[in-house]
């Protein structure tokens, strides 16, 4: 199965870690609990930011 987001690097909105490099990660899926942290993140578009300074300044 294609990535439904290709090229997005996912990573948890909590502590910072990689998403996308946890085993099973599939970014078909909504909602991802970080196996470092065990914070749920939404992965969908409006969670896509074009930096790290966007997200944390809130721009979409």
Do not use: V
């Amino acid at each position: 199965m294609s990535e439904r987001f290709p090229g997005i690097d996912w990573f948890c909105d909590r502590c910072g870690a990689s998403l996308d490099t946890q085993p099973g990660f599939d970014d078909h899926k909504y909602i991802w609990r970080c196996i470092e942290c065990g914070h749920k993140n939404s992965i969908s578009s409006t969670n896509i930011y074009d930096s790290h300074e966007d997200y944390w300044n809130g721009k979409e």
